[in-house]
C-alpha cells in the first residue's frame, strides 16, 4: 500500500482514500493542489537561474572593471559582498581552466593552455608535411 501525504494538513495518508482521514480533504482537490505546488516550485527554480545567470554576468563585469583579487574593490564594498559567491565561482573555472579537473562522472577534462599546446603542435606537423611535400616537389621537378 503507497502512502502519500495531504498537501492540506501534511498528514499521511493512502494513495487509495478518497479523502484526507485527517482534515477531510477531497483527492481530486489534493490533487489539483499538489499540481499547483509543482508549477510553483518549476517556475521559481526557473527565476532562480534566471537570477543565477544574471547575477553571474554582473560579476564578470565587475572581475572586468576592478579584477578580483586586484585589491582594486574593497573587501568591504557591499557590491563585492553581494557578488563574492559568483566571483568564487568564476575563480574556480578560471583554476579549472588553467589545471585541469575530474567532472563528476570521473572524467578527465584537460586544462585549455594544454588543449592549445596540443593544436598547435598538430598545426605544426602539418606545416612541416606540407613544407616537405613541397621541398619533395621541387626537387623532383629539378
Known amino acids: 500500500m503507497a502512502v502519500g ?4 494538513c501534511n498528514g499521511v495518508i493512502s494513495e487509495h ?19 499547483a505546488k509543482e508549477r510553483e516550485r518549476a517556475e521559481r527554480e526557473a527565476k532562480w537561474k534566471e537570477y543565477d545567470a544574471e547575477m553571474m554576468a554582473e560579476a ?9 583579487g586586484l585589491g582594486l574593490h574593497p573587501p568591504d564594498d ?6 563574492q559567491p ?3 565561482r568564476i575563480d574556480e573555472e578560471y583554476v579549472k581552466s588553467r589545471e585541469g579537473y575530474y567532472d563528476d562522472e570521473g572524467n ?3 586544462p585549455t593552455n594544454q588543449v592549445r ?5 598538430e598545426d605544426e606537423k602539418k606545416r612541416k608535411e ?3 611535400w613541397e621541398s619533395s616537389g621541387r626537387a623532383a621537378k629539378n
Open 60 to 68: 564578470r563585469r565587475y572581475c572586468r572593471e576592478g579584477g578580483s
Open 86 to 88: 559568483y566571483i568564487d
Open 5 to 8: 501525504e495531504c498537501p492540506e
Open 130 to 132: 606540407e613544407a616537405e
Open 108 to 110: 578527465w577534462h584537460a
Open 17 to 35: 482514500a478518497l479523502i484526507c482521514p485527517h482534515c477531510g480533504l477531497p483527492k481530486e482537490k489534493a490533487e489539483e493542489l499538489l499540481e
Open 117 to 121: 599546446s596540443r593544436r598547435e603542435r
Open 78 to 83: 557591499p557590491v563585492r559582498r553581494t557578488l
